[in-house]
Nanobody, 131 residues
Framework: QVQLVESGGGLVQTGGSLRLSCAASGHTLNIYGMGWFRQAPGKEREFVVA????????YYAESVKGRFTISGDNDKKTVFLQMNSLSPEDTAVYYCAADTITSPEKPEFPALVRDGDYDYWGQGTQVTVSS
């Protein structure tokens, strides 16, 4: 089993920045990719960004390109999400997720951008952007 713990959420004004962290523990050896998703009230959970430790690639949703940056430490299985130029539309609960299986039948793309393909999830952290 893998446990994911997010931190760093909070309240920020429009145009501000926040940095989220996610630390994995437990049986982390097989984690090959980690990502962030978010869910706003009344909306479905959506992909934000992901990183693949196996390929080094990063994947971004169009809505956050140029504003959000994912980084991390493969050895520590920790990821960070730097969020800049925040707007009220970014208000949501942000979830960290980890994927442990990749294969020719399940390549990292599109697996890392689909929430249904992830194996483990954190409890979520609230991000609120005031106007």
């Amino acid at each position: 089993q893998v446990q994911l713990v997010e931190s760093g959420g909070g309240l920020v004004q429009t145009g501000g920045s926040l940095r989220l962290s996610c630390a994995a523990s437990g049986h982390t050896l097989n984690i090959y990719g980690m990502g962030w998703f978010r869910q706003a009230p009344g909306k479905e959970r959506e992909f934000v960004v992901a990183i693949s430790w196996s390929s080094g690639k990063q994947y971004y949703a169009e809505s956050v390109k140029g504003r959000f940056t994912i980084s991390g430490d493969n050895d520590k299985k920790t990821v960070f999400l730097q969020m800049n130029s925040l707007s009220p539309e970014d208000t949501a609960v942000y979830y960290c997720a980890a994927d442990t299986i990749t294969s020719p039948e399940k390549p990292e793309f599109p697996a890392l951008v689909r929430d249904g393909d992830y194996d483990y999830w954190g409890q979520g952290t609230q991000v609120t952007v005031s106007s």
